[in-house]
T-cell receptor, first 115, second 111 residues
Framework: EAQVTQNPRYLITVTGKKLTVTCSQNMNHEYMSWYRQDPGLGLRQIYYSMNVEVTDKGDVPEGYKVSRKEKRNFPLILESPSPNQTSLYFC??????????????FGPGTRLTVL | TQLLEQSPQFLSIQEGENLTVYCNSSSVFSSLQWYRQEPGEGPVLLVTVVTGGEVKKLKRLTFQFGDARKDSSLHITAAQPGDTGLYLCAGNTGTASKLTFGTGTRLQVTL
């Protein structure tokens, strides 16, 4: 089944404890992206990648890191999480590098709470 | 900076009613998409519009892209409980990978 998977789905952690949220897609898509969703703010793009080893900042990249060593994986890393990073996170992928006008396929989301 | 404003933010209607959701911006978009998101899931694409003035229909849903490509609307005819969800518009300004999402409209349709 074609899909975007994220792990974990739920995570409660404490301030300063490094964490990684994994994202994997099995559709051979070139473009992948991370968003966070907060009430009243919609989805805001954190980072995106147009292909392997090509990543760039979105609207809210502060406090996050990403890497794209393989086409299928795009992990989101929080080196030192803070409470303002408590949010619902979505990974998405789309077939071509120009993800903006392509259909984006979203993962099921990761709900992160930072205490 | 929030480029896309949606209205209304919340809408609660009864089955069979019609409704319209608006997505407005001061920016011009090369394309605009509408997504629906259900609780516990990621957004799912409903439609993409690319031409100013374009109208697309998806069963009881009608999508329109403004002539100046700065705004869009979603009209639902005879709403059903299955239409309940969060509706998000998302615009691409032409920068290859930049997709900006609106603030969302949460729709609830009751029997």
């Amino acid at each position: 089944e074609a899909q975007v998977t994220q792990n974990p789905r739920y995570l409660i952690t404490v301030t300063g404890k490094k964490l990684t949220v994994t994202c994997s897609q099995n559709m051979n898509h070139e473009y992948m992206s991370w968003y966070r969703q907060d009430p009243g703010l919609g989805l805001r793009q954190i980072y995106y990648s147009m292909n392997v080893e090509v990543t760039d900042k979105g609207d809210v990249p502060e406090g996050y890191k990403v890497s794209r060593k393989e086409k299928r994986n795009f992990p989101l890393i929080l080196e030192s999480p803070s409470p303002n990073q408590t949010s619902l996170y979505f990974c998405a992928s789309s077939p071509r590098g120009s993800g903006g006008s392509d259909t984006q396929y979203f993962g099921p989301g990761t709900r992160l709470t930072v205490l | 900076t929030q480029l896309l404003e949606q209205s209304p933010q919340f809408l609660s209607i009864q089955e069979g009613e019609n409704l319209t959701v608006y997505c407005n911006s001061s920016s011009v978009f090369s394309s605009l998409q509408w997504y629906r998101q259900e609780p516990g899931e990621g957004p799912v694409l409903l439609v993409t519009v690319v031409t100013g003035g374009e109208v697309k229909k998806l069963k009881r849903l009608t999508f329109q892209f403004g002539d100046a490509r700065k705004d869009s609307s979603l009209h639902i005819t005879a709403a059903q409980p299955g239409d309940t969800g969060l509706y998000l518009c998302a615009g691409n300004t032409g920068t290859a990978s930049k997709l900006t999402f609106g603030t969302g409209t949460r729709l609830q349709v009751t029997l």
